[in-house]
Every structure is written in structure tokens, then in C-alpha cells.
């Protein structure tokens, strides 16, 4: 486990996955981060996939390939590259594990970087190889509704910034797994640029928004608690907001998204993969979700 520091802020990165485990308010004393065995994950890395693919694979020239739900990054071993008291560095490239199910060369780097107003992910995907990389990449962080125990869950509100009139999210069906219909629907909850929180509008599974502008989104509470949690999501495509169906459980996922879990039916091939981002031989893309807190 790796512990950065900055002001009044500590978080804790666990080699593996690289995930965030804590990120904590060290005068007031609490975690903005989930950590519960309802849903015993933190603030999983998606790469290179993201959701379902259909039969939990994808072709490569007509050439079956298995991948996990979510991609195989959020359970390797990442190794560190760099550390400062307010900065770490992780690593994880390509070996014979990645390649059972991703036969590709390439680099994940994800930097956390502490500063007093919240923390810094970064993600550069090199191309190691000669040819091109097609891939997904996700951030999936749950935060604790309410923030340090103030109020309730149905307290709580999404500011979209910029305000959109109406913003669409992506049908999700369960078969019984969760894919996609390929159909839209409006956002449940969703006027003049606010979101108000309840359970009921997570019945059906995740809300995948598509971005059309987004650049932050932003959970507080208007009467209960002075704290806040506001995500820069403008590198990505999609926006996904997450609970846990049916446990009213006191955690909101709000997650980047670049890529799409499949349109169930039939195996695609990985190139033409919607939502996928790539990256060229030799080159590499960079990503960037800034976390600022209060």
C-alpha cells in the first residue's frame, strides 16, 4: 500500500490495481472513499475493456479472445515507478498474463498526485507495438453519500456543469448480465443541469450518460453538509453514475468513461469496437480526471 500526503488530505493506493482505497480528511477525520463488503471494491481502473462484452469476448481478425468484465488491469499487480510524499506512480505493462487475453504491447502509467484541494489521476496508454491499439479505459472511484455521515442519500444532488437542457443515458437490459440495447432514454432525475438523488433511479443498473460538453460533476448537499466532491470528467466520453441495485447502499460511483460495454449480440471485433479510443504505433494518449474536494 502506498500513502501520499498533502495538507490536511492523505489517500492510499493499493499496488494492486492501482486502486485508490482512501482518500481522507485527516482534520475532520473521514474517508470520502467506500470501503465496505457490500460492494468490496474502492476505485477500480478499467482497461481495456469496460462493462460486458458479449460471451465475455471480443475478435481479433475473426480470432476469439477472452476478456473479463472491466479489463484485466483492476486485478494485476501495478509496479512503482516514482514516489514523493505528495505524488506516486504506478506501472503495469504488457506480459504473458495481459496477453492470454490482450495480445498487444503496450504501457499503462497512472499518476495520483495530492495537492490541499483533492487528487490528481492521470493515465498515459503507450503503444509499444507497430500496430494500432484499440482499448478502453475507465475510472470507476465510489464515494461515501453522505459525505462524513451528513445527511442522507436522497439529500444529495449532481451539479452538471456546463448546465445541459436534457442529457441522455444509454438503455441498459440484463441478460442476465448488463449490456446495452442500443437504445437511449433521458436521465432520470435530471433538470436544468441538476440531478436529484435517489435509489430508485439506479432499479435498472448503471446510468451511462453521454457527454455531451460535460466538464464536472459535482456531489453536495444544499442543507446537510458544507463538504463536496467534484469530478472533472472532461477528458471522456461518457459519464457513469453507480450504486448498488436494491441495497440502498450510502456510496455513488461517478465515473469517466472511454469506451462502452457491447450491444448484446454477437462478438465484435476489437477494432471496430464502439466507444473505443486508439492509439497509434509509438505514440501515446494521455487522460486526466481531476478529484477536488471540500
Known amino acids: 500500500m502506498q500513502t501520499i500526503k498533502s495538507g490536511h488530505l492523505s489517500a492510499e493506493i493499493d ?8 482518500l481522507v480528511d485527516t482534520n475532520a477525520n473521514f474517508d470520502y472513499i467506500w470501503n465496505n463488503d457490500l460492494w468490496p471494491k474502492h476505485a477500480p481502473i478499467l482497461f481495456p475493456a469496460i462493462g460486458r462484452s458479449n460471451d465475455d469476448a ?3 481478425n475473426g480470432k476469439k479472445y477472452e476478456m473479463p468484465q472491466h479489463g484485466f488491469a483492476g486485478d494485476s499487480d501495478f509496479e512503482v515507478v516514482d ?3 505528495d505524488k506516486v506512480v504506478f506501472q503495469l505493462k504488457a506480459n504473458a498474463d495481459t496477453r492470454k487475453f490482450y495480445p498487444f504491447d503496450f504501457t499503462l502509467k497512472v499518476t495520483f498526485s495530492l495537492s490541499e484541494t483533492g487528487l490528481n489521476v492521470h493515465f498515459d ?6 500496430e494500432d491499439l484499440s482499448y478502453s479505459l475507465g475510472y ?3 464515494f461515501n453519500v453522505p459525505i462524513a455521515g451528513e445527511g442522507d442519500f436522497d439529500d444529495y444532488r449532481l451539479a452538471i456543469e456546463p ?3 436534457s442529457l441522455d443515458t444509454y438503455e441498459i437490459v440484463k441478460t442476465p448480465n448488463p449490456y446495452r440495447s442500443g437504445k437511449v432514454t433521458p436521465l432520470p432525475n435530471f433538470s436544468d443541469g441538476i440531478v436529484k438523488l435517489d435509489h ?5 443498473g448503471l446510468l451511462i450518460i453521454k457527454n455531451t460538453g460535460i466538464k464536472t460533476v459535482k456531489l453536495y448537499s444544499e442543507t446537510d453538509t458544507s463538504h463536496s466532491v467534484t469530478v472533472n470528467v472532461a477528458d471522456f466520453d461518457h459519464v457513469t453514475l453507480w450504486t448498488k441495485e436494491g441495497a440502498n447502499a450510502p456510496f455513488l460511483c461517478i465515473e469517466p468513461f472511454n469506451g462502452l460495454p457491447d450491444v448484446h ?6 477494432a471496430d469496437k464502439e466507444g473505443n479510443h486508439h492509439t497509434g504505433a509509438g505514440l501515446t494518449s494521455s487522460y486526466n480526471v481531476q478529484i477536488s474536494v471540500k
Do not use: C, R, S, W
Open 200 to 204: 430508485q433511479m439506479f432499479e435498472k
Open 265 to 270: 449480440g454477437d462478438l465484435v471485433e476489437l
Open 125 to 130: 496508454v503507450k503503444n509499444n507495438g507497430d
Open 83 to 85: 514516489k514523493q510524499a
Open 140 to 142: 470507476h472511484p465510489a
Open 163 to 165: 448546465a445541459e437542457k
Open 58 to 60: 471480443y475478435l481479433i
Open 15 to 22: 499496488e494492486h490495481g492501482a486502486q485508490l482505497t482512501h
